[in-house]
């Protein structure tokens, strides 16, 4: 495509070797640095250690006695159905939810690209976003509830009404109410990355008579793949912590337990420490520390797919 042609970036050069800092740098060094390691410490990596010393046992919290199960609360897990029912759930909002989010996200890509008015569009898009997730779950679940507003429009058109929060529907009604809100900030990323490309490349792609698909597949997604690599990872660490949404969407605003069919593993740790009857946070404990597993397991997934020679300019 004459100049817009896109290559591949050459092999980084080898680090050149600085040495280590002098005697005099590195004392003005950790004066600067130990704060901050001091206030990390405090409040990320003792509790999470504290995290998993719960994990290995029985505990109601904070006034009762700790008794140590070792690995019982793990191997529980496994003979748990509401564990399982939520871990499924977790995932599949995880995977389907992902898969919806940023096939929208792509579509919008290839069609705000020449749209006129599409800064406006795109900030519609992304309102969702800055609408708190109680408030958003809150509203469709009121909006689907056997009286809520879809129902009363279906009786009016002369169909019948549907049982939308019933177990057989609500999970998918969930995930629709989470890409619906969670579109428009993956949106406004990659937007943000397709913007920076130039105007003279889409151009010598038309000339020689390039579709939008293909100069959405050879030209856009190329040059803002390194965007959604770290937007694919945000979607993962986001996904597998889903709480407010489905606590709002299945209760309402309304005290009382989502059905076990909308669990994810976060609400299903809620339920276990404020739920009715004793709190059980080895349990809970356990159930974070196996998502953080598989988050971490995810993470390195997810970068090992994306992960692609670099695309640049020339």
Known sequence: MGAGTLTQAPPAAPPVKTGTLRPGRERAFWPFLLPALLAYTAL??????????VSLNAWAGPGS?????????????????????????????????????????????????QIKG????????????????????AAVGFLLNPDGVLNTALGWLGLDPQPWLGPDLVFRCIIGGLVWSSTGFYVALMMSAADSIPAHVYEDAQLIGATRW????????????DVFAVSAVLWVVNSLKIFEIVLAFTTGGTPGSPPLQARTVAVQQYSLVAGNGVPQLGNAAAMGVVVLLVTVVLIALTRRITRR???ELS
Do not use: C, K
């Not at 293909?214 to 190329?222: D, N, S, W, Y």
């Open 44 to 53: 990320f990596v003792a509790p999470s250690l504290f995290g998993f010393w």
């Open 65 to 113: 006695e700790m008794t140590w199960r070792g690995l019982g609360n793990y191997v529980a897990l496994l003979g748990n159905d509401a564990f399982r029912t939520s871990f499924v759930n977790t995932f599949v909002l995880a995977l389907a939810g992902g898969g919806l989010v940023f096939g929208f996200t792509f579509l919008s890509m290839v069609v705000l690209r």
């Open 118 to 137: 599409r800064a406006f569009i795109r900030s519609v898009i992304f309102l969702p976003m800055i609408i708190s997730m109680i408030a958003v779950g």
């Open 214 to 225: 293909e100069q959405f597949r050879h030209i856009t997604l190329p040059l803002t793949w």
């Open 309 to 311: 020679d670099r695309v």
